[in-house]
């Protein structure tokens, strides 16, 4: 059964800091990776998509990579704002365990300004 | 529509009630997925969907839960004989999905959140 860990589970930063948030999968067979947002009583925002056949995707200040080989991704966040503070969860789909995606529990993330 | 819709966005219920639950999807798109969110977790895989098929309902609970989708566009989560324990978000996501491919970028819903007293 694939497991997603994301660390930290929380994190406060100053504004204007860069910043890194983590997310590894049991079983690195992974297919797509998907990284979100979710703001307090909200839906999820599609961030940056990470198809089969990449490794990297970029997006404004956001950057995500992933690594197949150990099953681990990272989202850099450029600059950080008070407007970024949300909870940013990743996502995989792999062919091991169906067409679904399997979700971490997020990073809680908190930029003071 | 422009994104994808749930409705109610909020629904209280007695225990022992029946519930449905509804998931209008973007246009066009074919796969549709139900999810369910409990306070300071990721959401938890429930079914999915290609057109009008059950394509994978393996993390349905129980016998008590059910979803359709018979013209492979709106989707109902349908929930008898309501427990407190299924108080979460249900949540609502629609993928395009190109022949042959595994999985599509997912667009979600803002959810609807289920309370059951």
């Known amino acids: 059964k694939q497991e997603v860990t994301q660390i930290p589970a929380a994190l406060s930063v100053p504004e204007g800091e860069n910043l890194v948030l983590n997310c590894s999968f049991t079983d690195s067979a992974i297919y797509n990776l998907q990284w979100f947002r979710q703001d307090p009583g909200k839906g999820l925002t599609s961030l940056l998509l990470i198809q089969s056949s990449q490794r990297e995707q970029t997006s404004g200040r956001l950057n995500a990579s992933l690594d197949k080989s150990s099953g681990r991704s990272t989202l850099y966040i450029a600059a950080s704002q008070p407007g970024d503070s949300a909870t940013y969860l990743c996502a995989g789909s792999g062919n091991n365990y169906g067409q679904n995606f399997v979700f971490g529990p997020g990073t809680r993330l908190s930029v003071l300004p | ?117």
């Open chain 2, 1 to 117: 529509g422009a994104g994808v819709s749930q409705t109610p966005s909020n629904k209280v219920t007695e225990k022992g009630k029946y519930v449905e639950l509804r998931c209008d999807p973007i246009s066009g798109h074919t796969a549709l997925y139900w999810y369910r969110q409990s306070l300071g977790q990721g959401p938890e895989f429930l079914i999915y969907f290609q057109g009008t098929g059950a394509a994978d309902d393996s993390g349905l609970p129980n016998d008590r839960f059910f979803a359709v989708r018979p013209e492979g566009s709106v989707s109902t989560l349908k929930i008898q004989r309501t427990e407190r324990g299924d108080s979460a978000v249900y949540l609502c996501a629609s993928s395009s999905f190109p022949s042959g491919a595994s999985t599509g970028e997912l667009f979600f819903g803002e959810g609807s959140r289920l309370t059951v007293l």
